[in-house]
């Protein structure tokens, strides 16, 4: 089987350091670069050890992180979730609707032709010319139903849901974003790995809202409270029955805990300046289809037979 599958590692995740990291444009409703100059110093300590308690949380959890070198002048590459769509070993390297982050794409390439030379991914794709899609922070996957959720609206093209079905052969639902603090489908919508989807009403029309609960099916469709989602919480990493994010109430962890997940807080909300919170600032390399999770079992069970 693949890298990834080597004994305790339960993820692979790629992330980026945030030796560049700052609020030094806005393109978002969090973005506010005066505030950042203002407090620039604490900022920038506060952010480089939050992200240095993320990442040993998610080690600690079983993930093995990979990391894309950061580059000057591209503050939002931390911001790694928005590098490319990737399952089943193949990466849809990523395209953004901004000019302050356009010059990020090259460099997310680079790193994952390097991850491919070393057999963690097994294909790096482009997305077609004139297509925006600004990876898995705006397409999200969920294993249980065989689904991307692609949210466009803000930054992704409606048109690249085409693009992702083609390469992945998943179903891939677009559905349109109407918030703009909620402008990236990963800040409202968290599929968790027993099949509850997390999400955030007030990011979607009554529309959007009427399509998740058709696809995810009411009893498995859980409101973050307000209070919560305006911190971030349902961009939150989820590995297993773990659940690793900035910060969330009481009510949030009672009402996940009672379906069995543990909620982690690391201290990193200094990223939430820029919009971002603890799945912005990661990139599964290892997310599998049901089908290749099924067609891995069935490898494994055939190699039995021949030992
Ligand atoms: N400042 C970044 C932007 O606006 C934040 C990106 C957060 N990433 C995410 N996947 N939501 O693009």
């Known amino acids: 089987m693949q890298e990834f599958r080597k004994a305790g590692v339960r993820a692979r995740i790629l992330m980026c350091a945030p030796d560049h990291f700052e609020v030094a444009y806005s393109i978002n409703p969090w973005m506010h670069p005066d505030e950042w100059e203002s407090r620039r110093e604490e900022l920038t300590g506060r952010s ?17 992180i990979e990391l894309v070198p950061p580059q000057p002048g591209l503050p939002d590459m931390v911001f790694t979730a928005n590098a490319a769509v990737v399952l089943d070993g193949k990466a849809l390297v990523a395209t953004f609707r901004h000019a302050e982050r356009q010059g990020e794409t090259p460099h997310y390439r680079r790193a994952f032709e390097q991850l491919a030379a070393r057999g963690i ?25 065989d689904t991307f959720f692609l949210g466009y609206g803000f930054r992704s093209d409606r048109e690249a849901a085409k693009v992702v079905a083609e390469l992945t052969g998943e179903h891939v639902e677009p559905i349109e974003l109407v918030d703009p603090r909620f402008y990236h489908m990963d800040t409202c919508l968290a599929p968790l790995s027993g099949g509850q989807v997390l999400y955030v009403p007030c990011a979607f029309s009554a529309e959007g809202r009427g399509r998740i609960a058709e696809i995810v099916g009411k009893d498995n469709l859980i409101e973050v409270p307000d209070e919560d989602a305006e911190k971030l ?63 891995g079992l069935a490898e494994e069970k055939l190699a039995a037979v021949g030992d």
């Open 121 to 145: 991914l097994r294909e790096v794709v482009d997305m077609p010319a004139g297509l925006t899609l600004e990876g898995a922070g705006d397409c999200v996957h969920d294993v249980t139903r």
């Open 233 to 295: 919480a349902a961009n939150l990493v989820n590995i297993g029955q773990d659940i690793v994010l900035a910060e969330a109430s009481r009510a949030f962890k009672d009402m996940v805990g009672e379906h069995g997940y543990t909620v982690h807080e690391v201290p990193i909300r200094s990223f939430g300046l820029s919009g971002g919170s603890a799945f912005c600032l990661t990139l599964r390399l290892d997310r599998l289809s049901s089908r290749a999770i099924r067609q």
């Open 48 to 64: 480089c050890d939050g992200w240095s308690l993320l990442r040993h949380r998610l080690e600690a959890i079983g993930a093995a």
